[in-house]
Every structure is written in structure tokens, then in C-alpha cells.
């Protein structure tokens, strides 16, 4: 039997914030394409795949609610991403110490059983300090932080890095705003506070990350 909630990344860092909330959830791998279209700002960027990432969940849970989420970092007017590799994240560091960034997450809860969809932007500003290369390759080093939007972890080392945070949830720097979520959940009939709920527990199919 499906959960009635499901999480439509294989993101380590998003399963861990959700299970937070203390709800079973079921996790798939939606398969959809990220590219960047043409003229498609950041904002829209992020809100479109948070979208087609809990829509693509609908064909395998067809009765769920369905949580999509997708984030990037903007420095300088430029998109960042997951750098993937240690020189990528070392120059994606070097380019926002010392400047303010802005991550931008979309969200999405789908009714896959109504068809309707909540989705909302959820930004967060963080200002680093200046940082010397050998800092940052120390940082880097030491975190491994290759898998995260614009190159560190806010959640472990990467707060050295930073001067100031700026945002109603610090959730949503780490990949998935929670407060916001809860919010959702509750306007799709999901009361996260009810008695009823016990400890979050997690089902995953096969796939890729997302």
C-alpha cells in the first residue's frame, strides 16, 4: 500500500528534513529534464521543475500527495548549481565570497488524486566573508560539498563561510522549506501535529537523484 505522502527526490539532505516532520513517506526518482529554457528566469526555472517533479510522481502514486522541490543559487546575475566536481566547487566559491546570494527553492504538493497542485518560491539570502584560497580549498577538502546548490553545506562546515543569513526558514537553504510545506500539508487535510502520526519512516524505488 502506497503512502500517503511521497517525496519526489532521492536527495539524502530533503529525506532528512522531511522525515522531521515525523510522517511515513514513500520516495521515487522522478525522471524529468532540467535544462534550463531559453529566457526562463531562475524564479521560473525553479517553480516549473519543482512542478514536473511531484507531477512525475502521479503515474506510480496516483492517490498520494506528491512533494517536488528544486533550488538553485544565484551569484552575480549567474545560476550555480551542484558544482559536481572539486575545481567547480572551489571556482563557484571563489566567485560569491565576499557577495550576498541568493537561493531561490520552488515547491510543489500535488493532489495526485484531485490534480491540484500548491507551489510557491521560497527564497533565502546568505552573505559570505572574504575567503582566501586556501580556505576555501581547506573547506572543500574537509566538507566534500558536491552535491549541494552553489558548493557547501549550510547544515555542517559551511557556516564558517558565512556573514550573515537572511530568511523566514533556514530548511530551505539545506532543499526543502519545511515551513512552508507544513502549510501545504495542512490545506490537503495532513495535520503534521496530530496524534495520530507516528515516527516518519521512509520507502524508496529505483532511480536516480533528483
Known sequence: ?????????????????????????????????????????????????????????????????????????????EILGKPLTVARCEEQLRKMAGTEVQFLTGLCLFDARRGLAQVDLVPFRVSLRPLSDAQIENYVRRERPLDCAGGFKAEGLGISLFSRLSGEDPNALIGLPLIRLVGMLEQAGIDVLASENGRGSTRQTEGQLA
Open 1 to 77: 500500500m502506497n503512502s500517503p505522502i511521497v517525496l519526489a527526490s532521492t536527495s539524502r539532505y530533503r529525506r532528512s528534513l522531511l522525515a522531521r516532520l515525523g510522517l511515513p513517506f514513500d520516495i521515487c526518482a522522478p525522471q524529468v529534464d532540467e535544462a534550463r529554457r531559453e529566457g526562463e528566469s531562475p524564479a521560473e526555472l525553479v517553480l516549473r521543475l519543482a512542478e514536473a517533479k511531484a507531477r512525475a510522481g502521479a503515474s506510480h502514486y496516483p492517490q498520494s500527495l506528491i512533494i517536488g522541490s528544486d533550488q538553485v543559487a544565484v551569484a552575480k546575475g
